[in-house]
Structure formats: C-alpha cells, structure tokens
C-alpha cells in the first residue's frame, strides 16, 4: 500500500518531542521543527517507547523443513522468517494466514503488515523483512477467504506466536505454531462510504494485552465479507484497503455472539495531497509564522484572538508530553491568553488532588514550587518548561496590579493516593464507623501498583471493592448537613471531590477506556464551581483535546456540553528526542524513563507535508483547510 496523504484536519499527529530535561543550552529539533495548532479534532497518536519482554515463540525441528527450496545467495540487506502452522489435532494447516508486524507499528496508520499464507503441509516463509522486532500471528483458512464457510463451520482461533527478531541476511530458528479450537468469532463486511463492498481490503483486530505486534488479520472476499476467530480477550477493529482512510470500531466488552456476527467497516476515501503553494497561503492566510518558541514579543501570535473568539476553554494538545519546544509554545499561548484575553485558570492532566499543593503556592506561596511540582508524580511535568510556567503564574499573582489571580486543577484520576489519605483522615473526623468499614479498601487505594493488581482479582473482589468506595460517595451526598457540621465546607468540599474522583479511578482501572469520561466529568465539576465568566486553559495529550466522538478523548464529552466555547489547539512535530516509559523490561517490574531519538517524519505523513509549507514554525487554522 502506498503512503496515504491526508489534509490536516484528518491526519494525525505523532507522539514525539523533542527532550524536555536536556542541558541548559537547549537547541531545537535537528531539522526544521514543525509546530502546528489544531483546531479541530485530532486522531490517537501512538505512545512512544519500545516493546515489552515477550512470549518467546516455538521451535521446529530443522527436519520438517529439508525440503524448502534452497535460494541462490546474493547480497541483501532483509532476513525472513520460516515456519509450520498446524491445528489443534497437531495436523499441518495449509491456507492459513501468516503476518508479520513490527512491534512499533501503530495499528491505526494504515500500512499493512507483512502476510504470507501456509501451503504444502502447513509451511510459510515471509521474505523481505528490514532487521527489527515481528509480532507473528496467524489466523485460521476462513480468515485469509481462500474458502467458503458456513455459518456452522467451527472456525480455529488464531494464534499469537510472540515476538521474533529478524536479522539482515538470516532465516532465524523455524517456528512452530498452533491454532487453537473455536473461540471467539467475528464475521462483517467492509465497504466503501456508500455501501460498495471492499473486496481483498484487510481487517485488524488488536488485542489490548502487555505485548505489541498482538495484531490478528483477515481479508474480506469478493463480497467484501470476512470472517475472523481469536483467542479472548478485549479488541478493537482497524479496516484497511490501498486508497482508502483505515477506520476503527471499538467492539464490546462483553459482547453477545450476535452482536460480532454482522459487524460493518465503511472506509473513506483516500485524500490528495494539497500543492506546496496552496499549502503556504493556508498558513499565511489562516495562521501565521512564529518566530520562535521563546519570543517575548507576541505580535506572531495575533491571529490567536481571532481563533479563540468567545471560546471559555482552550485545550491544547501535545503530540508528546516531552517536546520542550512544544511546552514553551504553549507557555507563550497561555500568557497570551491570560494578559489579553482575559484566562485565569489552567486545568493539566494531574491528579486533583496532587495539584491542590501547586494551586496553593501558586495562589498563597505556600510551601515551595520545587516540592509541589514532585508531588504531581509524573516526571513529564517535572521539567524546565513547566517550572517555568508554574513560576510565572506565581509571579503575575504576586504583582499586585492582577486582581484576578491565576488558578490550577487537575483533571486526572490516575494517582489515587493523596485523595484516598484525605477523604480517609475526613471520614476518621466526621463518621468513624463508615470509615473503620472501608479502612482495608482505602489502604489498598494507596499503594503503588493498584490498578495492575485489581485488574488480577477475581470479579467478586473487584465488585466489592468498587462498591466500598461508591458507598462513600453515597453516604458524603445523603449526610451533607451532618459532614458539614462536624467539619467545614472547605473539607466537605475537597473530600466530595477526592471520593468523586476516586470512584472514577477504580473504573478505570477496570477499565482503562473509561479514563476520557473520569477527566471530562472532572473537568466539569471544577468548571460548575468557578465563576461563570472564568475562562480556563487545559494542558492534556492530543487524544484528550479531541473534540471528535470517534478520537474517543475528554474533549469530545467537554464539546458535547460546552458547544462553541470549547476550543481544541493541538501540536505536532517532524523529528526529534523524547522521553518515554521504557517497556524493554519486563512488564511485571517497575520502569524508569529512556531517552527514544525519532527519525524525520515518514513520507506521506502530516508532519512531512507540513514540513513543506515554507516555515519550520507556524500555526494555522485546520478549520480553514
């Protein structure tokens, strides 16, 4: 499939920055950076790092492959990979489809993956692979539409073989992999936009699970129908066809054998590339040049005003939580809107509870910035740039000529200790038999490495434990006057919100697809308690910001209430450094953080067409595209 071209509004940005914590005399990007503002929705970028330790896959004895054909030699700079696919009953598999897919793929860009497909007595042997790391999975005959079959026909589930390395010049060990006895099945029809079916396009389900490259493929047939069998688990579909968009669809979590036997994929068409003149003038015309991330003087950024209008919250979006360039950028925004548009509040992607510390010394000066900073727990906020932004809204409180003081919140719910220790020590002071009931759950909320233990436990204990908190929710609500009483509204207030926010984490970690609605209701409860005229930035990921329903983000839930007055502003980038989790280590033990250099951006990308516009630093309105 060649590289598809989109226009911004519909391409998305990739998750990648430039370092944020590198020596004093920072530089930019190695090449010209390309900093843009989206205006309207953007698509999940793929999250920087490496791959989790793996799977190791299966061996096979060199003698159930004498009989491969033995190549000339000649120089090459790929390796291949060679194997068996055979059934439950040990019998080789012919027919069946075999893909390859580098572990640092993202699932939704489009490109597919390397396939080949089992013949003569179940063997396969994929060709041309660059040097690197392979998911290998195969999936059953009836999902590669070599044959028909009845809705009655026991169809094998695929089989995730692990990860594989593949060196420049080598076959590697033989691989031996087994299909598994039907278990979960998925049949549907991929069309185009008015229903045409799409023969030959690709489906990809990808399992939510610790390895990458868990990717199961089927091919749709003639008719444009596939069918497609998988081990359990929690999946999400990306459809795929040589010009044409990919499309995702989110399958449930529980879903009815019925509810996965018509499922429907439309794919979009393709889009051209916009000349490089037209390109420029969109800028000039819609946005504008910067100058640099760190100008004082803001006449660059005039054509903001504009842009945010009667807006009440401005939401931009980083394509990497590490990009410095992007966090002054934003920095430069943010006073902008402060000083003359009238912003004095600024919500971040922290959790509520952790950032009260920063608001206070923010606010009051109490305690010092340094500590307050670490007590937000993520070392992506813990940077120059955002020590700089921090001091500054200190600064602009201090000055006596600002009335209306600057303000922070946190929106998250990820980090659960600080709330859980409050709102324990608040039920101690106001209801201590409630609080001696849920003692064990409250305990259990602050240790580190909750949510990846929970998600272990049988139902029945997660049930319970679910149950305990929302009860203290319950009991805050229905005991109000008497709480009050026995305390003040300050605490009754903040200890609501910390339970609030914790009956939403306990979700999320059960579900981590509930994390976008856990921020949006935060969001909006801290919006219901500022002054109707408050105007607010948020700082949060790309795939927060967006204020489309299919990006799945916050920002479509805060868009859906807040209409014309939410305003996403999203940012990418063409290459850089970063740094992110490093998931090369087991997932089981704690992670440090690693520094990932990132290549010019690929052909056919947003970021390599923008870096065409004429400018190495702009914004520009995508609304105007």
């Excluded at 089989?159 to 060196?167: D, E, I, L």
């Excluded at 396009?201 to 069998?229: C, M, Q, W």
């Excluded at 879903?255 to 068409?269: G, K, S, T």
């Amino acid at each position: 499939m060649g590289p598809r071209a989109r226009p911004p509004s519909e391409l998305l940005p990739r998750s990648r920055g430039k370092h944020p914590l590198s020596p004093p005399a920072r530089r930019s990007f190695s090449a010209p950076l390309t900093a843009l503002l989206l205006t309207t929705a953007l698509l999940s970028p793929l999250a920087a790092g490496c791959s989790t330790q793996r799977p190791p896959a299966q061996r096979l004895p060199m003698e159930l492959l004498k009989n491969r054909h033995r190549r000339a030699r000649r120089a090459a700079t790929t390796g291949s990979l060679l194997g068996v696919v055979v059934g439950p009953d040990g019998a080789p598999l012919d027919f069946a489809l075999v893909t390859a897919i580098p572990v640092t793929a993202d699932p939704e860009d489009g490109q597919p993956p390397f396939l080949t497909t089992s013949l003569s007595r179940g063997k396969f042997e994929l060709q041309g692979l660059p040097p690197g790391e392979y998911g290998l999975t195969v999936t059953a005959p009836a999902a590669n539409a070599s044959t028909p079959t009845s809705q009655n026909t026991p169809i094998l589930a695929g089989s995730f073989a692990g990860v594989v390395s593949v060196q420049t010049r080598e076959t590697g060990p033989p691989v031996f992999v087994r299909l598994a006895p039907q278990d979960l099945v998925l049949r549907g029809r991929v069309t185009t936009e008015d229903g045409s079916p799409l023969p030959g396009a690709l489906v990809r389900a990808v399992r939510e699970s610790p390895y990458l490259g868990d990717h199961f493929f089927a091919k749709t047939d003639n008719h444009g129908d596939f069918i497609l069998g998988l081990p359990q688990g929690k999946y999400f579909l990306v459809g795929q066809a040589h010009g044409r968009r990919p499309a995702r669809i989110d399958l449930p979590e529980s879903p009815l054998p019925e509810a996965l036997a018509n499922l429907q994929v439309h794919l979009p068409p393709a889009l051209e590339i916009p000349p490089e003149a037209d390109l420029s003038a969109w800028v000039l015309s819609s946005g504008g040049v910067l100058s640099s991330p760190d100008a004082a003087d803001t006449a660059d950024l005039e054509k903001l005003a504009p842009l945010v209008g009667d807006a009440r919250v401005v939401a931009f979006g980083e394509a990497s939580y590490t990009a410095g360039e992007i966090a002054r950028l934003k920095l430069r925004m943010f006073q902008k809107l402060v000083r003359e548009l009238g912003f004095s509040a600024l919500m971040i992607e922290a959790s509520q509870a952790d950032v009260r510390a920063l608001d206070e010394h923010i606010v009051r000066g109490k305690g010092t910035l340094a500590a307050a900073i670490r007590g937000l727990g993520y070392f992506s906020l813990d940077t120059e740039e955002t020590t700089e932004l921090f001091a500054w809204m200190r600064a602009y409180n201090e000055d006596g000529r600002h009335r209306k003081k600057l303000r922070v919140f946190g929106v998250d719910v990820q980090r659960t200790a600080t709330a859980a220790t409050f709102v324990q020590a608040y039920l101690e002071k106001v209801d201590k038999a409630l609080a001696r009931s849920v003692e064990t759950t409250l305990d259990r909320l602050r240790v580190p490495g909750l949510g990846a233990d929970l998600r272990t436990r049988p139902e029945d204990e997660q049930e319970a434990f679910t149950s305990d908190v929302e009860a203290v929710a319950r009991r805050m609500t229905k005991n109000r006057r008497v709480y009050i009483a026995k305390s003040n509204w300050s605490e009754y207030t903040h200890a609501t919100e910390d339970i609030a926010a914790l009956v939403w984490a306990v979700r999320v970690i059960r579900d981590e697809r509930e994390r976008a609605a856990a921020m949006a209701d935060v969001a909006k409860r801290t919006l219901a308690t500022l002054p109707p005229d408050t105007k607010v930035a948020l700082f949060a990921h790309a795939t927060q910001v967006s204020r489309r329903p299919e990006d799945r983000g916050m920002g479509a839930l805060l868009a859906a209430d807040l209409k014309k007055q939410y305003l996403p502003i999203g940012m990418t980038f063409y290459q850089g450094w970063i740094r992110a989790w490093d998931f090369t280590r087991d997932p089981g033990v704690d992670r440090g953080t690693k520094l990932f250099r990132l290549a010019p951006a690929e052909p056919g990308t947003l970021e390599s067409l923008l870096a065409g516009a004429g400018a190495s630093m702009f914004y520009a309105d995508v609304r105007k595209a």
